[in-house]
């Protein structure tokens, strides 16, 4: 094999895992709730249409939050709270170079505005960063992963209040602080622009607090955005060796056709994923969105410092999730055929195969995505999510033959090496989730990404007992060739 096709010698090859889908043990260790402990299991099992990204009420939270006969399978996840050594070994046999995890907000200031953090909590992180650094594993760490205390979202109507970003700096400064000698990668929010798809999961308002729909949309963003830049003025201050990531639930798509209506509505779509990480990693509002707020009367509070908070602290390194691709078209009748995916929709790409859940496969479409991130951004890449979900169960050997998930990331890592070679700086790949987890979208167990399978179904029947699938053993072997050996 050429060196030309070998990744860097440091490249972070690992996975990512979020607390929420993990941990479980939501009411324990001090632990307050948090806006995930509300997601009810998808039972219709209609892939269209996500509980999960339902607008809620104060009253409809808190009937949630009281329910005691409903199914919230975040609230008890796969058991990572009290397996995370057993989980933390297999990673390490895999060879793991980093994991990806977040730190729950809730676990740390169980209201979110407390002034003293929860000791318990503090320790439970202490712990685990431990056993990573242990097993020679780096924690690349998100702060905020759909996990505002719910405590927040009834107050104070969750991130449309200011008043946010003194609780955030506070939580930001007990983190970094307190896990600073572990570690060296931080992520202020996971996927961003989840918001723009519902203001309770990407910024845990409830409908209560929402007046102006479109004006209220781009005032979460900008709060948001200026949590980031705190997060990362925090680590500079506290930790100024590490680094700060912003993250991207990436659209990559294409035109319909090549009629020239399609593509300009491609350059549109585009435009609107990419505002986040224009803002993040450039420092200033982009003139195409000025522009589209002048249009639309869209008017943002501003404080007179906000330009030169966001100026002043950029992002240190781009990272996305990845999983398919979808088409842009200028006119959508009813003969369109659609798709979904993982937060986005769009016209389906009959080039293209799709997984049980209607998410279309496109491995070229990741390294279009990295060719084009990095010539925008000129920063260091980071793959921090990319996976396929499957329907699987174990056979009478206890293990699961999940070809299909080792031709998919085969694919991707391939385009991934194209990049590399093609003078991309990308820095690590984190596939989602190495471990099954509950679902995001649908709170179920059973789209399964793992290379290890937990024995426990969608209502958490089980005994959580951990088992290799095929693919733990062919991820092991790409990691020992550094990418090289892929068969």
């Known amino acids: 094999m050429s060196k030309k096709t070998i990744f860097p010698k440091d ?15 939501w009411n324990q260790g001090g632990r307050g ?29 808190e009937d949630r939050l009281n329910d005691k006969d409903g199914y919230y399978p975040k609230r008890w996840g796969n058991h990572f709270y009290e397996r995370y050594e057993e989980d933390i070994a ?23 505005d407390e002034t003293e953090p929860n000791k318990e909590g503090l320790e439970f992180y202490r712990n685990i960063f431990k056993t990573l650094k ?32 003194v609780f955030f ?34 910024g845990a308002v409830p409908k209560d607090f929402i007046k102006n729909k479109e004006n209220d949309l781009y005032q979460v963003i900008h709060h948001l955005f200026l949590a980031s830049a705190i997060a990362k003025k925090v680590m500079k201050k506290i930790s100024p060796t590490a680094k700060m990531g912003g993250m991207l639930a ?26 986040f990480t ?27 410092t906000d330009d030169e908070l966001l100026r002043n602290n950029t992002i240190d390194y781009v990272s996305f999730s990845y999983y398919m691709t979808v088409l842009s078209k200028y006119e959508i009748d009813e003969n369109t055929e659609l798709t979904t995916g993982n937060l986005v929709s769009g016209v389906k790409n009959n080039y293209l195969q799709s997984n049980e859940w209607g998410w279309q496969i496109d491995p070229v479409g990741l390294r279009i995505t990295l060719e084009k991130l990095y010539d925008r951004y000129q920063l260091p890449l980071l793959v921090a999510e990319n996976g396929i979900g499957l329907k699987e169960s174990l056979n009478e050997n206890n293990s699961i033959e999940d070809i299909q998930r080792v031709d998919y990331l085969r694919s991707h890592i391939r385009e991934m090496r194209a990049a590399v070679n093609n003078g991309v700086d990308l820095i690590g790949y984190t596939v989602w989730g190495p471990i099954d987890i509950i679902s995001m979208s649908t709170s179920e167990m059973s789209k399964r990404y793992g290379f290890i399978y937990v024995d426990a179904d969608d209502y958490g029947v089980g005994s959580f007992n951990r088992y290799k699938k095929k693919s733990f053993y062919w991820y092991k072997q790409v990691i020992e060739s550094n990418g090289s050996n892929l068969d």
Request: with cysteine; glycine share 6%; proline share 4%.
């Open 134 to 165: 242990k097993n020679k594993i780096k924690p690349i760490v998100t702060l905020s992963h759909y996990e505002t205390p719910v405590h927040l979202a009834i107050k104070y109507g969750g991130w449309i209040n200011r008043e946010l970003l």
């Open 250 to 275: 990436r659209r990559e798509g294409y035109p319909a056709t090549c009629n020239p209506l399609d593509v300009l509505q491609s350059v549109i779509d585009d435009q609107k994923n990419l505002f």
């Open 90 to 112: 297999l990673l390490a046999e895999m060879g793991f170079k980093t994991l990806r995890l977040s730190v729950s907000w809730s676990r740390i200031y169980p209201k979110g």
């Open 169 to 202: 700096e506070r939580y930001c400064e007990t983190v970094i602080y307190e896990f600073k000698d572990y570690v060296e990668y931080w992520m202020a929010f996971n996927e961003i622009n989840v918001i723009q798809h519902s203001f309770y999961v990407g």
């Open 11 to 25: 490249f972070l090859w690992g996975g990512a895992i979020a607390a929420n889908q993990s941990e479980g043990f």
């Open 33 to 61: 709730a948090s806006i995930a402990d509300t997601a009810p299991y998808n039972q219709n099992q209609n892939y269209s249409t996500y509980e999960a990204f339902d607008e809620l009420t104060i009253a409809e939270i």
């Open 278 to 304: 224009d803002v993040l990693a450039r420092g200033y509002y982009p003139s195409y969105m000025n522009a589209f707020f002048k249009e639309n009367n869209i008017h943002i509070n501003y404080e007179d």
